[in-house]
């Protein structure tokens, strides 16, 4: 089993200095957590694997293809492989767990 703490992996992600921390990587998907602050610019690009993002905290939007909604804490997004997706108009700081299956490369 492998058990972890959001507030832990926070903690390691900021103290990479990076906006994704890769915790988990099996043969079938990996595991992150993707962090924004407010008013900052999504820098992402289409991914080969399918993702699904949970919303840990904070508020945004996020386009996925041409369809846009707002996400906050409990928010589900499903987005599939090779589809341009971004979150913007992040008002409050984002931190969002990824699922992507399968791992990302």
């Keep these: 089993m492998k058990a972890f703490r959001l507030d832990e992996l ?21 595991v992150g957590l993707y962090a924004l602050d407010a008013g900052e610019t999504d820098p992402q690009q289409p991914h080969q694997q ?6 840990v905290s904070g508020r945004a939007s996020i ?5 846009t ?10 987005v599939p492989a090779g589809v341009a997706h971004k979150f ?13 299956s399968p791992p990302e490369g």
């Design 88 to 100: 913007h108009h992040i008002t409050e700081a984002l931190r969002v767990m990824v699922v992507f």
């Design 63 to 67: 386009t996925v293809g041409m369809e």
């Design 69 to 78: 909604t707002q996400v906050a804490r409990g928010s589900v997004v499903y």
């Design 10 to 30: 926070e903690a390691e992600r900021a103290a990479n200095d990076g906006a994704y921390l890769q915790f988990v990587r099996e043969r079938n998907m990996s």
């Design 50 to 55: 399918d993702e699904v993002y949970l919303v």
